[in-house]
């Protein structure tokens, strides 16, 4: 099981109204107005990147799609079902927006995986969706070997980040 890593973070407050939300922005403007500040588990939401100190906000950005589309994509989106249930309606199932949904995601997560090449999308896969320390996947546990395939992933989420618009050529360089 993969190690909790706790984080805190700004998000919306789900149980404020619209017209709650206007009053308070009106009576005191600021970027938290209407936020809620809230725990979470970062190896939940971008898997081994959460143990990385040297990680920047499009790097979590990436590997949070990618981590979410690779799940969607290869994990199981039916819910559980009675297969002793009675049967009441037997047409066949309807696409909806749901599976489209789904198929995008799947391409937009296999072009990636195309973009990146073999070996950087393994590693991405290694560490943020499966959660394999970095110390596991170098060759040896030396520093030295650990820094160089922490700057491999680096490089594939900035190629990640890049390809989805969380990072411009120029941004990169500041």
Not at 29 to 51: C, D, F, Q, S, Y
Not at 75 to 104: C, F, L, Y
């Amino acid at each position: 099981m993969a190690t909790q890593i706790k984080a805190h973070r700004m998000v919306q407050d789900p149980m404020m109204t619209d017209s709650e939300y206007y009053h308070q922005r009106a009576n005191k403007p600021g970027p938290n107005v209407g936020k809620v500040m809230v725990e979470e588990n970062l190896t939940t939401r971008i898997g081994g990147l959460a143990r990385i100190r040297d990680r920047l906000g499009h790097h979590e950005r990436a590997a949070e799609d990618f981590k979410n589309g690779y799940e969607q994509m290869y994990g199981n989106g039916a819910p559980a079902a009675d297969a002793g249930r009675t049967q009441v309606d037997t047409s066949p199932i309807a696409h909806d927006s749901g599976m489209a949904a789904k198929m995008d995601r799947g391409v937009k997560i296999s072009r990636a995986i195309e973009g990146l090449g073999k070996d950087r999308a393994n590693l991405v896969i290694a560490v943020i969706v499966l959660c394999i320390p970095i110390k596991e996947i170098a060759r040896t546990p030396h520093s030295r070997d650990c820094k160089s395939t922490t700057a491999e992933l680096m490089q594939a989420l900035d190629i990640l980040a890049q390809r989805w618009g969380y990072l411009t050529a120029h941004s990169k360089a500041s």
